[in-house]
């Protein structure tokens, strides 16, 4: 069995910083692609940002330039860094990780941490 665990959502002021964590572990033989999600309430879950096997890096128009993606040495954790946050970032973020287990290649999905934008 493949394991999310996500650490570092939380309430922060406009203009401040946050920095999410996610460790995969389980079986794993290989990683992808890792990535961060997030769902506004009534909204429908988004990319933020992913980063693959090779470090080539995606963001979502939104972040750019404000937010970080980055993964450990062992490439089995990743990281958002967020900077200058905004009332609208606020959401539940979502670590996604498309990667080969023993059940094969799959997508899986953190539980979740949300994360708060208010004075």
């Known amino acids: 069995q493949v394991q999310l665990v996500e650490s570092g959502g939380g309430l922060v002021q406009p203009g401040g910083s946050l920095r999410l964590s996610c460790a995969a572990s389980g079986t794993i033989f290989n990683i992808y692609t890792m990535g961060w999600y997030r769902q506004a309430p009534g909204k429908q879950r988004e990319l933020v940002a992913s980063?693959?096997?090779?470090?080539?890096?995606n963001y979502a128009d939104f972040v750019k330039g404000r937010f970080t993606i980055s993964t450990d040495n062992a490439k089995t954790a990743v990281y958002l860094q967020m900077n200058s946050l905004k009332p609208d970032d606020a959401a539940v973020y979502f670590c996604n990780v498309y990667l080969r287990g023993r059940d094969g290649v799959k997508t899986h999905w953190g539980q979740g941490t949300q994360v708060t934008v208010s004075s």
């Open positions: 980063i693959t096997s090779s470090s080539t890096t």
